[in-house]
């Protein structure tokens, strides 16, 4: 069993920066420290998308779109991973996901096929 909690959403102007966090829990000492986590969004009638992913051992990939504006990092010691937002656009707005899935290095397709355990998600709201 794995749960990801995230918190940290909000409304916020655009321009604006927030920061989500996501608390990583499991079976086993060893989960947080091996596995690869990652931030995806979902905006209203489109696909769930891949935004940053860190490897176990801090090798990070982003998506076009928020690379130089999000930053993820994570703390294998209290199994956290965070992701730092700024210069926030409106279309920004969505529903974040912490994910993880249980591989030492993030693989690049889980940017399209997303990852084996989810959180529930939390609501980013940017306005113009």
């Known amino acids: 069993q794995v749960d990801l909690v995230e918190s940290g959403g909000g409304s916020v102007q655009a321009g604006g920066s927030l920061r989500l966090s996501c608390v990583a829990s499991?079976?086993?000492?060893?989960?947080?420290?091996?596995?690869?986590l990652g931030w995806f969004r979902q905006v209203p009638g489109k696909e769930r998308e891949g935004l940053a992913t860190i490897d176990a051992d801090g090798d990070i990939k982003y998506q076009d779109s928020v690379r130089g504006r999000f930053t993820i990092s994570r703390d294998s010691s209290t199994f956290t991973v965070d992701l730092r937002m700024h210069n926030l656009k409106p279309e920004d707005t969505g529903t974040y996901y912490c994910?993880?899935?249980?591989?030492?290095?993030?693989?690049?397709?889980?940017?399209?096929?997303?990852?084996?355990?989810w959180g529930k998600g939390t609501l980013v709201t940017v306005s113009p």
């Open positions: 994910a993880a899935a249980k591989t030492f290095v993030c693989f690049t397709h889980y940017f399209r096929l997303g990852m084996a355990y």
């Open positions: 499991g079976s086993g000492g060893s989960f947080g420290r091996d596995v690869c």
